[in-house]
């Protein structure tokens, strides 16, 4: 059974910075790619970060100069380090990955990250 496990999240001051992982157990093939999504209260899941295995970046505007996504391909594991986090940046954010076969989309359960003023 494929698992995504996220982790790093936790309670962290404005200004401040967390590093969170997503580890992959289960799946012994390259992902195409990875990202990280999250989703604020009262709000709908969106994408944050992604990453292809060829190393293509992309961000979302609102994150841009402060969260940096990074992803280990001997490990299938991806990384988004985020700094100068804001109130706004409150969500849990999960893990995504997929791969070249049909059918091999994972999600990870979700860690919170919460930003305190």
């Known amino acids: 059974q494929v698992q995504l496990v996220e982790s790093g999240g936790g309670l962290v001051q404005r200004g401040g910075s967390l590093r969170l992982s997503c580890a992959n157990s289960g799946y012994n093939y390259p992902f195409m790619a990875m990202s990280w999504h999250r989703q604020r209260p009262g709000k709908q899941r969106e994408l944050v970060a992604s990453?292809?295995?060829?190393?293509?970046?992309s961000l979302v505007d609102s994150v841009k100069g402060r969260f940096t996504i990074s992803i280990d391909n001997a490990k299938n594991a991806a990384y988004l380090q985020m700094n100068s986090l804001r109130r706004e940046d409150t969500a849990v954010y999960y893990c995504?990955?997929?791969?070249?076969?049909?059918?091999?989309?994972?999600w990870g359960q979700g860690t919170q990250v919460t930003v305190s003023s």
């Open positions: 995504y990955a997929h791969g070249l076969r049909p059918g091999s989309e994972y």
């Open positions: 990453i292809t295995t060829g190393g293509i970046r």
